[in-house]
């Protein structure tokens, strides 16, 4: 990752506060991606389609393909995810009750790592329970880019990421050059204060 690339990630996290739609996204190792999120009362589903609409938002706008509420600092079991040839979905509450014997290899990426590609082992086809955001339940099978992303998604509910995964050498690689990459942002987040400060006050 070069610097003009961190300056561009930098860039488009300061275009967040012009869209009340566009949520936060928290960056590891932020606390909060490390809590497992609580359940959401069923009857509280229908208070939340403000929340879930911005999920939705706030996923697309950042080209993901899933996003979990932890992501965004909201300790519910609540995702978003992309389903290929269909509108994006929104899930409460969701569970996986059966998994294929058939697993595969593939290249992930996670909002809450940027910039960040693993090769990751997932499940082929998993069946999942969940409700939709009317408080109706639905069960359904999902295969391939579908179901690994459910997946993905559902690690985060509960409390972990996907460098679970990795061995012990290659986890400690990957977090030393993401660690490096979040003090350059956050000297790049001070000199974007003090310009900013600079100009308020010749205005």
Avoid at 83 to 104: D, G, W
Avoid at 126 to 137: A, D, H, P, T
Avoid at 139 to 168: C, P, Y
Wanted: glycine share 4%; with cysteine; aromatic share 8%.
């Amino acid at each position: 990752m070069n610097l003009k690339e961190i300056q561009d990630l930098h860039q488009n996290k300061q275009k967040q506060s012009r869209n009340q739609d566009i949520l936060d996204v928290f960056i590891w190792p932020n606390s909060v991606l490390s809590c497992i999120a609580k359940i959401v009362p069923l009857d509280g589903i229908e208070n939340r389609r403000e929340f879930a609409k911005q999920l939705l938002i706030t996923m697309q706008y950042y080209n993901g393909l899933g996003l979990a509420a932890p992501q965004v600092g909201i300790n519910e079991r609540i995702i978003a995810v992309t389903i290929t040839n269909e509108s994006p979905i929104v899930m409460f509450n969701p569970k996986i009750l059966e998994f294929s014997q058939a697993k595969e290899t593939v290249e992930e990426g996670c909002l809450s790592f940027p910039n960040i590609l693993l090769q990751i082992q997932r499940y082929k086809e998993i069946k999942v329970s969940y409700y939709n955001q009317f408080g109706q339940l639905e069960t359904r099978m999902f295969q391939d880019l579908n179901a690994k992303v459910i997946q993905h998604e559902i690690e985060h509910l509960n409390g972990t990421t996907f460098l679970s995964h990795l061995s012990r050498i290659k986890r400690d690689i990957i977090v030393r050059k993401f660690k490096k990459q979040a003090r350059i942002l956050k000297k790049l987040s001070i000199i974007y204060r003090k310009q900013r400060h600079e100009v308020t006050e010749k205005e």
